[in-house]
């Protein structure tokens, strides 16, 4: 059986009266890209959030490494977040800052390196998502595309082992979610690490991923290869991969 390096345990979470995930169970297998698909607002980016330990479950357990992280010291979910990186949805860089500074944040914060041997590790970082040239560069200054790959690097900077992206394609062209696809890949083999997408692209998802988990009124109701995923049997899911607008799905 595959390792696993992260597990949702029969989790519900709600906010408020919102019930977003109800008895909800996934395996992320070590050195594979899971991706998640759903519905908007269906609790695809909570879960994101639930596996870096930005969120507690009211009921069951998160586990990483094999630590239920639901029951850890602030101190030590600050630990465990070292080896993982967060790309979110819109790279939440900071504006008053150069993309070498955005990108150092993290070794600055988590290492005692030296400002040369910083610079050397963001330098090569960005040039590994092809923005080597953009250390100086302020985040007003990049594209919507490079802002995002600037997201990746400060998400990898650190060699995370599991590496979170938050809707790395969305609004953007076919030809840049392609690059972006293409990087997320590419960044997996570098680093021999884990990574969890989420994503509403499907051809983007039929191109990287492993596993393909949907998630539907709060649990996960199909998991399996992009293959096994695509014949499932289950009309919910057939509905959801052809966009559909007759099935079981209410619009």
Known sequence: MANVIARLDDVTLSYGDR???????????????????????????????????LRKPDVGHVYVRGHDICHMRESELIEMRTKIGFAFQF??????????????LPLREHTSLSEDEIREIVVHTLDSVGLAHTYDNMPSELSGGMLKRAGFARAVVT????????????????????????????????????????????????????YVAMLFEGAVIEYGTVEEVQRSMNPIVQQFLQGSEVGPIPL
């Open 19 to 53: 019930v977003v995930l109800k008895k909800c169970s996934l395996d992320v297998v070590e050195g594979a890209i899971t991706c998640i698909i759903g519905m908007s607002g269906a609790g695809k980016s909570t879960i994101l959030r639930l596996l870096d330990g």
């Open 91 to 104: 790279a939440a860089l900071f504006d008053s800052m150069t993309v070498g500074d955005n990108i150092s």
């Open 159 to 210: 060699n995370p082992d599991l590496v979170l992206y938050d809707e790395p394609t969305t609004g953007l062209d076919p030809i840049v979610t392609h690059l972006l696809t293409d990087t997320i890949k590419r960044l997996r083999q570098q680093l021999s690490a884990t990574a969890v997408v989420i994503s509403h692209d499907l051809q983007s998802i039929y191109m990287m991923a492993d």
